[in-house]
């Protein structure tokens, strides 16, 4: 939806802010909910991933969960319960439960991470380095575009208490 509309007006898209605004002044907004459930994903990843980093010893499923309780979470138990929008963000939070299930072991999923298809793996202080870097670079997108959208009334990235 963010490609399509990128497309359809590329030179009032240059930035995510402006593809947003603009597409809102033309009264359709597929785009602005899709960007917004993208933000909502990585916002999940980057703080199960800075969850991980910060907890060594913790079981990925673990670290996902909390990731998960802190970004995903309260939308998925936000909505109202008898409603078709409640039903459907209540299965979206028991699929999320579900796969949370199927996380890797830590160690397999961070030697993935590691490995280097030119050579030999990086060493676990680089991996570190570079995922720390990669996450705080995320978390710094995902808050400047909360406050676009909470300001502008586009929607929530995150669910206010």
Request: charge should be positive; include cysteine; aromatic fraction near 10%.
């Amino acid at each position: 939806k963010v490609r399509e509309r990128y497309n359809a007006a590329p030179s009032q898209s240059a930035t995510l802010e402006q593809l947003v605004f603009n597409e809102n002044n033309n009264k359709v907004g597929s785009a602005t909910d899709g960007l917004m459930w993208l933000l909502r994903s990585l916002a999940f990843t980057g703080k199960s991933l800075q969850q991980a980093q910060s907890n060594p010893s913790e079981d990925l499923k673990v670290a996902f969960t909390k990731g998960y309780d802190v970004t995903l979470g309260p939308i998925h138990r936000g909505a109202g319960f008898f409603s078709i929008q409640g039903a459907i963000m209540k299965a979206a939070g028991l699929m999320s439960n579900t796969a949370i299930g199927y996380c890797p072991p830590r160690k397999n999923f961070y030697e993935k991470l590691a490995a280097n298809p030119n050579g030999e793996p990086c060493s676990q202080e680089m991996l570190d380095q570079q995922l720390n870097d990669w996450v705080t670079g995320l978390d710094t997108i995902i808050t400047r575009m909360d406050k676009f959208y909470t300001k502008g009334k586009h929607g929530e990235i995150f669910k206010s208490a």
